[in-house]
């Protein structure tokens, strides 16, 4: 008697919370400024006398890099994955076209803290500093322009929509909006006379931090700005988003995220120092700094895809879809494990298999994710070794078509075919049909059978498929509906 496997998906879960962070060690001692990456494995991290860290590999190498200055470092900005700008106190920028490996200094404006810089594009861009102090390029930033703005208050922060349209902020409560590249300004009163330090725009949404819990928010374009509700007082330093998650630098060890439009929700990190500056390079992941140096890492995510084999019984296909990973490892439940990012694993009998995959990247900080699979036997007593049996195509969208070979139409009176979901829920479809067909293959009292089945009303998912005769069953199989 042979059998067929069917499968079943008990559980599907991740452990961890999305915002945790570990701490990627550097042997290091200085005080930062603030961090920036150019993709979610490459960044820097700025500070004081001149010292400036290349971070590589996610964090695996951190490397102190020579500057030629003493002076504060403050801002980067990125064009390219070559070409990069430091802005410093003191007038001072630091220039790279190596993807960050060296740098050349110069002084733009004397004796002036370049405080922030931004780019629209590979050449427009602006820089502010104290004093009102606002500087733009149009060549790359070989030439930079003094822009008189008529402010007096020192800038901390700059952030444009486009090479048109931009906002600066600043000390006693200073904001600044420009439709005209930075060449005239119009004051914006957002109600408040504390330190503005941070501006972030995404698609949809702006917002601003500053001292003792300012945190404004605007959804359209900075047109109008209302308080974002956060229960705090003391200074935010700084905010980053994606399109889903927002993450919010703070006093004391503290980073507050969001996702979408939810709450603030605090993630500690269990130091006292301030959390000064982040750099949010993708969806999955976030660097934070701290007033010592310190860099930390968003946790990884672990999580599993995985479909059955359409070819091969016991079989599964299992994929990694975790994120901010450096390392993995899948356990099976039945004592084999793998380290493939998508490995095939055939169960060797039936049972209940518990599948694990544990990740990890360079924080040291670990994930997990489990499955649980079921194996079992269904007797296919009607039809036997001596028929073959295909379902095609598979997976579908529309219509199947199961194929027996070499069957006597004598054999399957009372046909019907019966879908089961994996919850062992039976779906009742209309629209199924056989026929025979003569092949060469078979003596003459055999035949093909083909059976049609419409599956355009199911969802998308792993069905069981059942042909049985007079109640008993003639073949049960596996459909991937898509």
Not at 22 to 28: I, K, N
Request: hydrophobic fraction near 35%; charged fraction near 15%; proline fraction near 2%.
């Amino acid at each position: 008697m042979k059998f067929i496997k069917s499968y079943l998906l008990l559980l599907f879960i991740s452990s961890s919370v999305y915002a945790q962070f570990g701490e990627l060690v550097h042997p290091y001692n200085f005080s930062a400024t603030s961090v920036y990456f150019i993709n979610s494995k490459t960044g820097f991290v700025l500070g004081d006398s001149g010292v400036l860290l290349k971070v590589t590999q996610g964090g695996t190498n951190i490397q102190k890099l020579n500057t030629g200055t003493i002076k504060r470092l403050n801002k980067c900005f990125f064009t390219n994955p070559k070409n990069g700008f430091i802005a410093g106190d003191k007038g001072i920028l630091l220039t790279s076209t190596d993807s960050g490996n060296t740098w050349s200094n110069r002084i733009i404006f004397n004796n002036v803290n370049l405080n922030d810089i931004f780019f629209t594009d590979t050449q427009n861009g602006f820089i502010c500093g104290d004093n009102g102090l606002f500087l733009k390029t149009v060549n790359g930033g070989f030439d930079w322009e003094f822009i008189n703005t008529g402010i007096v208050y020192y800038l901390t922060s700059i952030f444009f929509l486009s090479s048109d349209t931009g906002f600066v902020a600043g000390s006693k409560g200073t904001f600044y909006k420009t439709t005209q590249g930075g060449n005239s300004w119009t004051n914006i009163n957002l109600n408040t006379s504390e330190l503005l330090t941070s501006i972030f725009f995404t698609k949809s949404k702006g917002y601003v931090t500053g001292m003792s819990g300012v945190l404004l928010k605007t959804t359209d374009r900075g047109l109008s700005w209302r308080s974002d509700t956060l229960l705090i007082n003391g200074t935010l330093y700084d905010l980053e988003c994606t399109d889903n998650y927002c993450f919010l630098a703070s006093q004391n060890g503290n980073i507050f995220y969001k996702e979408n439009d939810g709450l603030w929700k605090n993630v500690s990190l269990n130091i006292t120092e301030d959390i000064l500056s982040l750099a949010v390079p993708d969806v999955y992941v976030c660097y934070s700094v701290n007033t010592k140096g310190k860099l930390f890492k968003t946790c990884p995510k672990a999580t599993i895809l995985f479909l059955p084999s359409s070819t091969q019984a016991n079989t599964f296909n299992f994929k990694n879809n975790s994120k901010n990973i450096s390392s993995l490892k899948w356990d099976f439940g039945d004592g084999t494990t793998s380290t493939d990012d998508s490995p095939v694993h055939n169960f060797s009998g039936k049972g209940i298999y518990q599948i694990k995959l544990i990740v990890e990247n360079e924080t040291g900080c670990k994930d997990s994710a489990s499955v649980t699979v079921s194996v079992t036997d269904i007797n296919e007593s009607l039809f036997g070794n001596k028929y073959s049996v295909v379902i095609l195509p598979n997976p579908s969208n529309d219509f199947i078509k199961i194929q027996i070979n070499g069957v006597d139409q004598q054999e399957i009176p009372g046909l019907k075919v019966e879908i089961i979901d994996l919850t062992g829920i039976k779906i009742i479809l209309q629209g199924y049909d056989y026929s025979f067909h003569e092949t060469n293959a078979f003596p003459n009292s055999k035949k093909e059978l083909i059976i049609t089945q419409n599956v355009s009303q199911l969802p998308s998912g792993m069905y069981i498929v059942k042909v049985l005769s007079k109640e008993k069953i003639g073949f049960t199989g596996k459909i991937i509906i898509y």
